[in-house]
């Protein structure tokens, strides 16, 4: 089988495999494209947490970004944590040098643990600039919270959040419901003329390390292939929960979940 596209993804590197550029690149690879990858840092960790972070310079992200975007042009882009605010205006020149039209933006702010991992302003660089150059943004509750300066305790409260990005600039928003504690999992997908509530049964587990990268570049696969977002956004959340359903229970905290579920997509949806 030879890959149905080709996706750049910028992100960190997490050492245990479970989030980050790993699962960015299993995500791709299990739902049949071509990865190529901007590392922004390297994260030392397992499944127990976060040891050490090494940030790349941001001249070297770009050149990674441009050198082999030069070469191999990606269909569409995937970007991750992105953590200062030299970062993100080195990316944000890059990305009009090589003006890839496709781009999804997970703003990676908080740790699972509710730490916030990048500065106010990085913060008001993305609200102000990188979220207007994107196709979709997926923030989780804590970051649509931070992003629109409301609380999020309902999937009313998604909407209204969503639609207050929508007003900020962003052409296509996807709130993530993980954080929200209820019984069934909501994740909400929004633009000037659409509302898409997808709802999921949640299932109880410690392990989800990685759940969100896993969804944005699964939603960056499926829209390099020609499916609108929206649709892409309904088959990426049911390649996560596959994912979480087929629980490995590798590690002793919060361990990975199962990129190569997909057989369950490739039967069904393509
Ligand atoms: N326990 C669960 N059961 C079912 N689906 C879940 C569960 N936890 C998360 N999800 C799904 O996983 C996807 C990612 O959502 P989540 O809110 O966890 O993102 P995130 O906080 O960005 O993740 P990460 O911590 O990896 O950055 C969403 O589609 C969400 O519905
Ligand atoms: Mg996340």
Redesign the pocket.
Known sequence: MSPKSKILIIAGSDSSGG?GIQ?DIKTVTALGSYAMTSITAVTIQNTTGVKSIVSINPREISSQIEFTSKDIRPDAIKIGMLHSSKVIKSVIHSLNIINVKKIIL?P?M???GGARLIDEKAIDLLKNKLIKKVSLI??????AEILTNTKIKTKEDMIFAASLLISMGAKNVFI????LHSKN???IFVNKKEIDI?K??????SN?????????SAITTFFSCGKTLKKSCEL??KY??QS??SNLNYGKGHGPINHLSSSFIEKKFR
């Open positions: 989030a699962a997970d990676v908080i740790a699972k997926t923030p989780n509750i804590p970051e993530k419901g993980g954080h999992v909501y994740d997808i999921n049964r949640r299932i109880t587990t989800t390390h990685g759940t969100g990268c896993t969804l944005s990426a959340t996560v929960n979480i359903r």
